[in-house]
C-alpha cells in the first residue's frame, strides 16, 4: 500500500504564498503525480499535475501562480502557489496514479483570509 502524507497547508492572507509537500513512502518515478483540491461545498478538481521533469499540466485558474515540481530522490512532490486568493481556499490532495494504482493523501486545508 502506497502511502501519501500532505504537509505545509495553513492560514494566508491574499496576495501571500504557500508551499505543499507530498512524501510518498515509495519511489514516484513511475507515477504521474497531481495536486487537488476540493473548495468548501465544492467538489474536488484537478490542480496540477507531474509526469516527469518538464511536462507539467494546471488549471486555468492556477496558470502563473502555481508551480509543481517533484523531486524522485526524496519521493516528494512539491506545489508552489504564490500570489493566493481568496478562492483558492480548499482542501489539498495529492494523488499519484501508476501501474502499481492510484492513491491519495489524506489532504491539507489552506485557508486564505486577510
Known amino acids: 500500500q502506497v502511502q501519501l502524507v500532505e504537509s505545509g497547508g495553513g492560514l494566508v492572507q491574499p496576495g501571500g504564498s504557500l508551499r505543499l509537500s507530498c512524501a510518498v513512502s515509495e519511489s514516484i518515478s513511475n507515477f504521474y503525480t497531481t495536486w487537488y483540491r476540493q473548495p468548501p461545498g465544492k467538489q474536488r478538481e484537478l490542480v496540477a499535475g507531474i509526469i516527469r521533469i518538464g511536462i507539467t499540466n494546471y488549471a486555468d485558474s492556477v496558470k502563473g501562480r502555481f508551480t509543481i515540481s517533484r523531486d524522485n530522490a526524496k519521493n516528494t512532490v512539491y506545489l508552489q502557489m504564490n500570489s493566493l486568493k481568496p478562492e483558492d481556499t480548499a482542501v489539498y490532495y495529492c494523488?499519484?496514479?501508476?501501474?502499481?494504482?492510484?492513491?491519495w493523501g489524506q489532504g491539507t486545508q489552506v485557508t486564505v483570509s486577510s
Open positions: 494523488r499519484v496514479v501508476g501501474g502499481r494504482g492510484d492513491y
